[in-house]
């Protein structure tokens, strides 16, 4: 039964999801019957991205060990990892299982930096999913009036979870907003005053050059020359909405040609 299911699996493994509505019962019965290939085909290149994030809700939701789909989705470049859990947000996959896998894959990331600044959005959406949203909330105030009682809920409830908590601390201030009025980006670590209720957005100043850009390019477009044209579009159409596309494409990173990713039959073909 299981062998027969792996081979369907490898004949369709290229095809979206939305390609046939078979498929997606197709992929139940797979994590059912064999979990473990399942957390295997996490890191597998060539299943597209769209099977993988119906195979990790079936995955979060089975007795897989934990560290095997953890190791499995940090093998995955920046942006696949992403689509791959929001796959748990768009199916209302939730819970303890859930949220400590994906805390630990995304604040683990070692490009966690990087897809901050360039999908801020995306991952908001992910954190408030996995946290919820009165939980994202308590954490955006903890991060926005420090406080003794505030920073060991951070530590409870994410900080835990990441690889550098200092660093990932600071990317958790640019998801939360705290900062994006800073007058001008200066290379010293934010401080909270003490005696203050709220402190001010300006003393909210990051340390990284490229979540700085970011807060830049909110203020003036011209600032983010070089990111991501994906990223700058959408800046531009929540900061800027009279500036020219012309100037976003001229802006914008050169976008890298995508190669075909042969299998190994292909190859072997070829």
């Not at 630990?104 to 999913?129: C, D, M, P, S, Y």
């Not at 290379?187 to 340390?207: C, D, M, N, Y």
């Not at 600032?223 to 914008?252: C, D, N, W």
Request: proline share 5%.
């Amino acid at each position: 039964m299981k062998t027969a299911l792996v081979r369907a699996f490898l004949d369709h493994r290229r095809q979206p999801l939305a390609a046939t509505t078979e498929i997606a019962k197709f992929l139940d019965e797979l994590c059912r019957e064999a979990p473990e290939f399942c957390a295997q085909v996490l890191a597998d290149a060539t299943t597209h991205v769209s099977q993988k994030a119906h195979l990790l809700a079936g995955v979060v939701r089975s007795a897989v060990d934990r560290q095997q789909v953890v190791e499995a989705l940090g093998s995955l470049s920046g942006t696949e990892l992403l689509h791959v859990l929001d796959g748990l947000r768009q199916r209302r996959v939730n819970g303890r299982r859930a949220r400590e896998l994906g805390l630990r894959v995304l604040l683990g990331h070692e490009r966690l930096t990087e897809l901050a600044a360039n999908h801020r959005l995306r991952l908001v959406q992910i954190l408030k999913h996995l946290l919820g949203e009165r939980t994202w909330s308590s954490v955006r105030r903890s991060l926005e009036i420090r406080s003794p009682e505030g920073d060991r809920f951070l530590d409870r409830v994410v900080l835990q979870f990441a690889s550098d908590a200092d660093k990932a601390q600071e990317i958790l201030c640019f998801l939360a907003g705290l900062g994006f009025d800073v007058p001008e980006p200066v290379r010293k670590p934010w401080l909270v005053v003490p005696w203050l209720k709220k402190p001010e957005k300006s003393e909210f100043i990051f340390a990284d050059e490229s979540l700085r850009q970011s807060v830049a390019a909110r203020r003036s477009l011209e600032a983010g020359e070089g990111m991501p044209r994906e990223t700058l579009f959408g800046i531009r159409g929540t900061y800027h909405r009279q500036a020219p596309s012309k100037l976003v494409r001229r802006l914008s990173a050169p976008q890298p040609r995508r190669g075909r990713v042969d299998g190994p039959l292909t190859a072997a073909f070829k």
